[in-house]
C-alpha cells in the first residue's frame, strides 16, 4: 500500500497539487521523504495512536507499528490550516471514523481505496469469531464514501460478495496499480549483488519478496524449496533461494536448503534484486493486487502466483503459471518446469516484461486524478455539495445503509473499542508473561509422547513422506479429499465449528442494534445542538457556498473550470487514514 500511495503522492505533485498525510509513526522515520521533501507535502503524524504489540520486531527496533485511535485538537487545526478540498482513506481503521466525520461536517468529497484484505487474514490467525465484528464495522464506515476503488475485478466481485456487501452503499470500482518501467527493469542485473550473497553465476535463482507472515504462504516457498534440494540433487542443475522481507517465518526459511535470506531492500537494492533473479515464486493468496508480482514482471521475472488474486498479471503458459489457491504440487510443478528449462525461463520473462507495459505507472496514477474530479463531480451535481442530501437518499434507496446509524462514530461504540483495545493489550501482557511456562509443558508433553514413538530410522522415513507430500491415511476419505493439497493451512480453521462464528454474529446483531439506538439518540441531540448554536457562517458551510457557487458558475459557463479545478486542486491523501485532496 505505501508504495502505491508514494506513487500518487508523485503524481499529484506533478500535476501542481497539494498533499497533505495523516499517518502514525510506524516503521522507520527515515521512510518519510524517501522520495525527497517538496513544498506542496507535508505529513501530519496522529499523536493519539497505539502500539501494535503482536505486530513489533524486538530484534528490530525500527519495526515497530502503531495504529490511530483519535485526532487530536492539534491534528484538527493542522487540518484546516491545510484546507483540503477532497478526503481519501486509504485504511478503514478507528481513527478514520474520526476523518469521515471531518470531512462530513465540513462537507467534502469523501471517497477510499481498498488495499488489504483484512477480513479474510483473519482466518490464518483463527481470529475467525472476530469477522462478523469487522465485516460491520466495514459496511458502516464504506457506508459514507461516495466511492471506493479496489484493484481488481476479482476484489470488487469479493467486496460485494453476499457475506460482505461492502458494496451496499458506496460505488465499488477498479483502479489499478502502476509500475515505475524504467526503475523495476531487467537492466539492472548485477553480478555482484549476486556475489554478495555467494550466488555463483550460473545459478538460477528463485525469489521471494513480502513480509514473512502466515498469510504469505512462506511455508509454500520453503516446501518447494526442500522438494526442489531433493528432485535435483544429482540433476546437475544449482538454484538458490532468495528471500527478500522480513517476518515470523524469516528463521525457518534460512534453515531452507540453498536459501539466503536478504532482509528488507528498498530502492535501488530491492530492483537489483528482482533483475538478479530468475524466477519469481509468490504463493500468497491474499493479494489486493500485488505489487510485487507487478514489480517482478516488469524486471522481466517469469511467474509462479496463486491464480486468485495474482492471476490478471500473469498469463498461464505465456509469462508464468496460475497455480491453485495452496497447491503445493502445482507450485512445484511450475517452478521445477522454469528452474530445468533455460529457453522457456528466456521465452517467459520477455513475456513478463511486454505485459507490463499495461501497467505504466504514469497512465494508470493519472486516472486517480481523474477519479478525484468524478467524485467531486458528483458531490455538487448530484448531492448538492451536502453529505445530509446524500444520507437521506441512501435512506431512501437502501434500508439497510448505515449499519451503526449516521453517527459517524457512536459514544457507545467509542466505549466498546477503547475496552476491546484494552483487553487486547491485556491478553497479549498475559501472554508474553505466561508463554515460555506454557512453551516448557509443551516441550515436556512432546518429549513424554516421543518416548513411545517409533525408531528413529522410521521416524526420518515418515518424515520424509511428510515434506514430499505422501503422507498416508488409514481412514476411508472421499474423492474431494484424497485431491486436497496435504497439510494446506488454508483451510479455514473455523469450517466445521461453524457454531462459534454463528454465535459471534448473533452477538454482533445484537451490538449493532444497540449502537443504534444509541446512535440514532446522539445523531438528534448533535442536530438539535448546532441547529441551536446557528454555525450557519463556519468554516464548513462557508467553503460549501462559495465552492457551490464557483460550481453553479463554470455549469453555467460563466466561470473558468480551470480556475475552479487549481482551486480544488489541493489534495490530502493518506498512507494511514487521512487525504485531503482537491482537483
Excluded at 540433476?235 to 522480513?246: Q, S, T
Excluded at 463531480?377 to 445530509?388: K, L, M, V, W
Amino acid at each position: 500500500m505505501t508504495l502505491t500511495i508514494r506513487k500518487l503522492e508523485q503524481e499529484i505533485l506533478a500535476a501542481g497539487g497539494h498533499v497533505c498525510i495523516l499517518t502514525t509513526r510506524s516503521g522507520s522515520v527515515k521512510n518519510t521523504h524517501l522520495d525527497g521533501e517538496h513544498p506542496n507535502r507535508r505529513v501530519l503524524f496522529l499523536d493519539d495512536a497505539i502500539k501494535i504489540p503482536f505486530a513489533s520486531d524486538p530484534s528490530n527496533p525500527e519495526s515497530v507499528y502503531f495504529i490511530g485511535f483519535s485526532l487530536s485538537p492539534s491534528i484538527l487545526k493542522e487540518m484546516d490550516n491545510f484546507s483540503p478540498t477532497l478526503v481519501h482513506i486509504t485504511v478503514p481503521d478507528v481513527v478514520s471514523l474520526d476523518v469521515i466525520q471531518y470531512a462530513r461536517e465540513n462537507d467534502l468529497p469523501l471517497m477510499g481505496t481498498f488495499h488489504s484484505n483484512y477480513v479474510d487474514y483473519l482466518d490464518h490467525y483463527g481470529l475467525f469469531w472476530i469477522k462478523p465484528c469487522l465485516i460491520s464495522f466495514f459496511q458502516h464506515q464504506y457506508s459514507f464514501y461516495q466511492a471506493l476503488y479496489c484493484p481488481t475485478p476479482f476484489i470488487q466481485k469479493q467486496l460485494g460478495h453476499p457475506d460482505k456487501k461492502f458494496d451496499l452503499c458506496t460505488n465499488v470500482q477498479v483502479w489499478g496499480r502502476g509500475i515505475d518501467l524504467e526503475r523495476f527493469n531487467p537492466k539492472h542485473r548485477s553480478m555482484s549483488f549476486r556475489a554478495k550473497y555467494n550466488i555463483a553465476p550460473d545459478e538460477v535463482v528463485i525469489c521471494f519478496v513480502g513480509r514473512l507472515v502466515f498469510e504469505k504462504r512462506p511455508d509454500i516457498f520453503a516446501y518447494v524449496m526442500r522438494r526442489l534440494s531433493r528432485e535435483l540433487e544429482t540433476g546437475g542443475v544449482k538454484f538458490r533461494g532468495l528471500v527478500v522481507g522480513c517476518g515470523p517465518y524469516e528463521t525457518e526459511l534460512q534453515n531452507c536448503p540453498n536459501t539466503v535470506c536478504t532482509g528488507w531492500l528498498n530502492g535501488e537494492e530491492l530492483a537489483t534484486a528482482y533483475a538478479s533473479s530468475d524466477i519469481f515464486l509468490f504463493p500468497s493468496a491474499l493479494e489486493t493486487f500485488g505489487n510485487v508480482t507487478l514489480e517482478a514482471a516488469s524486471s522481466g521475472l517469469p511467474l509462479v502466483v496463486e491464480s486468485g488474486c495474482s492471476g490478471h498479471l500473469v498469463k498461464d503458459g505465456i509469462n508464468g503459471y496460475a497455480c491453485p489457491e495452496g497447491d503445493e504440487e502445482s507450485f512445484l510443478r511450475g517452478t521445477l518446469e522454469l528452474v530445468t528449462n533455460a529457453s522457456l525461463r528466456k521465452q517467459f520473462s520477455l513475456a513478463s516484461r511486454e505485459h507490463s507495459f499495461l501497467y505504466e505507472k504514469r497512465a494508470v496514477m493519472k486516472q486517480m486524478l481523474t477519479n478525484y474530479e468524478t467524485v467531486t463531480d458528483e458531490f455538487y451535481r448530484r448531492y448538492n455539495g451536502s453529505h445530509n442530501d446524500r444520507d437521506d437518499s441512501l435512506r431512501d434507496s437502501y434500508p439497510q445503509a448505515f449499519t451503526y446509524g449516521k453517527v459517524e462514530r457512536p459514544c457507545a461504540l467509542r466505549v466498546f473499542i477503547s475496552c476491546f483495545v484494552f483487553v487486547i493489550q491485556a491478553l497479549f501482557c498475559m501472554y508474553m508473561q505466561f508463554g515460555c511456562l506454557f512453551e516448557s509443558l509443551s516441550r515436556a508433553i512432546s518429549s513424554v509422547r516421543s518416548m513411545g514413538s517409533p525408531s528413529p530410522h522410521k521416524r526420518e522415513e515418515g518424515m520424509d513422506d511428510i515434506e514430499m507430500g505422501n503422507v498416508k491415511s488409514t481412514t476411508a476419505t472421499s474423492s474431494s479429499k484424497i485431491n486436497e493439497p496435504q497439510g494446506s493451512p488454508e483451510m479455514a480453521p473455523w469450517k466445521g465449528i461453524s457454531c462459534i462464528y454463528r454465535t459471534s454474529e448473533l452477538v454482533m446483531m445484537t451490538v449493532i442494534v444497540f449502537l443504534r439506538i444509541q446512535s440514532s439518540f446522539e445523531y438528534t441531540l448533535r442536530t438539535y445542538f448546532r441547529s441551536k448554536n446557528n454555525r450557519g457562517e463556519d468554516y464548513s458551510s462557508t467553503r460549501r457556498k462559495d465552492t457551490l457557487e464557483d460550481f453553479t458558475d463554470v455549469v453555467e459557463g460563466s466561470g473558468d473550470s480551470g480556475q475552479l479545478r487549481g482551486r480544488r486542486r489541493n489534495i490530502v491523501e493518506g498512507e494511514k487514514v487521512a487525504a485531503v485532496i482537491g482537483v
